[in-house]
């Protein structure tokens, strides 16, 4: 069972940037998937990026452009860069690999 945990989050105005972490315990290979999916509030979870193993990525429309996922392999570690952020933005951010979710991250964006 791989255990992640989420950090990186916080509050920050609309066109700020914030890097959010995701740090896996246990064997993690680098063809592995890992994605990010945030979750507001009265909303479903979203995707919101994927990383394949070849390091090939995907992103929805509403953040292409403004988000990207990378990955440390050497640190079992996910990374999500969010520049230009907007209000609609304010989430739960998660990670996932597998069928392990982690505690999630708050961010919010002000307006």
């Known amino acids: 069972q791989v255990q992640l945990v989420e950090s990186g989050g916080g509050l920050v105005q609309a066109g700020g940037s914030l890097r959010l972490s995701c740090a896996a315990s246990g064997r993690i290979f680098s063809f592995e998937a890992m994605a990010w999916y945030r979750q507001a509030p009265g909303k479903q979870r979203e995707l919101v990026a994927a990383?394949?193993?070849?390091?090939?990525?995907n992103y929805p429309v509403s953040v292409k452009g403004r988000f990207t996922i990378s990955r440390d392999n050497s640190k079992n570690t996910v990374y999500l860069q969010m520049n230009n952020l907007k209000p609609e933005d304010t989430a739960v951010y998660y990670c996932k690999i597998r069928t392990s979710w982690g505690q999630g991250t708050q961010v919010t964006v002000s307006s």
């Open positions: 990383i394949s193993g070849d390091d090939s990525t």
